[in-house]
């Protein structure tokens, strides 16, 4: 089995930074790509950032510029800073990873934290 354990989230004012971990841990061969979904209350879950596990990176058109995604191969963990933070960010960030168990592989999600940017 796989756990993806997040941390990081909390209560920000706008314009606020806060920086989200995961770490994937349990029976895994390779953790291919890594990121970071979210969904409001109300609304549908959305991508907000993933990364490869060579590295390639990718944003939603709404947080370009703002946040960026690193991953720790040795730690199986990725990060998400998010800066200037926007109330209409506030959200449960849930973290994703796709890995691979050999011989299966397996998409795997995290609980969530919750991210609130009020003043």
């Known amino acids: 089995q796989v756990q993806l354990v997040e941390s990081g989230g909390g209560l920000v004012q706008p314009g606020g930074s806060l920086r989200l971990s995961c770490a994937a841990s349990?029976?895994?061969?390779?953790?291919?790509?890594m990121g970071w979904y979210r969904q409001a209350l109300g609304k549908q879950r959305e991508l907000v950032a993933t990364i490869t596990s060579g590295g390639r990176t990718n944003f939603a058109d709404s947080v370009k510029g703002r946040f960026t995604i690193s991953r720790d191969g040795t730690k199986n963990t990725v990060y998400l800073q998010m800066n200037s933070l926007k109330p209409e960010d506030t959200a449960v960030y849930h973290c994703y990873a796709h890995i691979n168990q050999w011989p299966h592989e397996a998409d795997y999600w995290g609980q969530g934290t919750q991210v609130t940017v009020s003043s």
């Open positions: 349990g029976t895994i061969f390779s953790v291919n790509t």
